[in-house]
């Protein structure tokens, strides 16, 4: 394991793999041709480096927002890493780029071994897992070292009841060094009570922030209305109390005067859910 301390003063930590892990054959660091031949065949999450200007600015922003001060920040994700058999610092963070395939599995270990965590995250599928953590909606198209060009969210708990949240300025300095401009405006229309990662996307882009309390929400993986057309919500979403669905009803309504585009109805059923929230 390689100490020093990051650029906001904490001890920082990347931990290196075990000496079991070494002894078989060449490894990461002695077999670098072979570590990017490795990337010109497959451009996934699960083989990238995360560009230092972008761990910074996540960094920084973990930083401002969190109370982290003292705390040792690890970062046990790199290929040949064994994040379960690190060892963890008490009171330490992880701050890292996981792999994405299995990004729910290490999720659930963190939260069962009471090991605060801010994760990269697949944006798309970030409302998808039903899992105690907050999900911090950004979407930036972040180009890895690899080259993969991938929308990028996050996870935390650090962010005790929240259970969704946005920073248009952390999308803006993230999609300033990517320099990207496109937008991919949501296929689908849904009724002010449904919120969708894209919908919350919609906001941060256009700089509106969003933050939901837990009692406001209930996640669901489609609605009723989607059934008999085989749809579901893409990377699932939450039914939002009536109050909760009154504070985004100016943007659905900008959204839905837009062409070509499919408004979803809510169910009897999905609005008796909507009722029994936030009391």
Request: hydrophobic residues 40%.
């Amino acid at each position: 394991m390689n100490e020093s301390v990051d650029i906001f003063g904490n001890k920082a930590s990347f931990i290196r793999p075990s000496l079991t892990a070494r002894n078989k054959g060449k490894t990461l660091f002695d077999d670098y041709d072979g570590f990017v031949g490795k990337f010109e065949a497959k451009k996934t999450t699960d083989d990238c480096y995360t560009p230092a200007e972008v761990y910074n600015v996540v960094l920084n922003y973990v930083s401002e927002k969190c109370n982290i001060k003292g705390a040792e920040i690890v970062r046990p994700f790199f290929p040949g890493g064994d994040y379960e058999n690190c060892d963890y610092p008490e009171g330490c963070v992880v701050v890292d780029n996981p792999p994405f395939s299995i990004i729910s599995k290490i999720a659930k270990f963190y939260i069962e071994n009471n090991i605060k965590f801010f994760l990269f995250a697949p944006h798309l599928t970030l409302f998808s897992p039903r899992m105690d953590y907050t999900r911090i909606v950004v979407g930036a198209s972040i180009v890895y070292e690899n080259g993969a060009n991938v929308k990028t969210s996050f996870i935390s708990n650090l962010f005790e009841d929240i259970i969704v949240m946005s920073d248009p300025d952390l999308y803006r300095k993230l999609e300033r060094i990517n320099e990207a401009k496109n937008v991919n405006l949501p296929k689908y229309v849904y009724p002010n009570e449904v919120l969708t990662v894209s919908a919350v996307q919609w906001c941060v882009e256009r700089g509106v922030s969003c933050l939901l309390k837990k009692r406001d929400v209930y996640h669901v993986r489609g609605l009723d209305s989607q059934k008999t057309h085989k749809k579901a919500i893409f990377g699932s979403g939450y039914l939002l109390s009536e109050k909760a669905a009154a504070e985004k009803a100016a943007a659905e309504k900008a959204a839905a005067e837009k062409d070509n585009i499919i408004i979803w109805e809510l169910s009897e059923r999905e609005r008796n859910i909507i009722k029994s929230l936030g009391k």
